[in-house]
């Protein structure tokens, strides 16, 4: 089992930063792919950014969300910068790889955590 806890959401003011984090932790053998997704009131969850072997961010996030890892912690990391009040989510981590269940073997796993609200309001 591969669980997910998310840091770092609150009430930011218009132009401010945010910066959350999404630890894993479990069994994990190797991590292929980590993301964040959000979803606004009365909207689908949506791609915010992911990243594998490169990045890939949402065009209404481009040049001011910046997604990085740290390998070694198992933690993927989501810089937000210049929010605006469109940037209200609740928004999501997901990480994919393999982990090791004693019943099973190694095993793909893709795991999402549990949100983290962010507010950007004045």
């Known amino acids: 089992q591969v669980q997910l806890v998310e840091s770092g959401g609150g009430l930011v003011q218009p132009g401010g930063s945010l910066r959350l984090s999404c630890a894993a932790s479990g069994s994990i053998k190797s991590i292929s792919a980590q993301g964040w997704y959000r979803q606004a009131p009365g909207k689908e969850r949506e791609l915010v950014a992911t990243i594998t072997a490169s990045t890939l961010y949402a065009d209404s996030v481009k040049g001011r969300f910046t997604i990085s890892t740290d390998n070694a912690k198992n933690t993927v990391y989501l810089q937000m910068d210049s929010l605006k009040p469109e940037d209200t989510a609740v928004y999501y981590c997901?990480?994919?790889?393999?982990?090791?269940?004693?019943?099973?073997?190694?095993?793909?796993?893709?795991?999402w955590g549990q949100g983290t609200q962010v507010t950007v309001s004045s």
């Open positions: 997901n990480v994919e790889g393999r982990y090791y269940n004693h019943m099973r073997g190694i095993i793909q796993f893709r795991s």
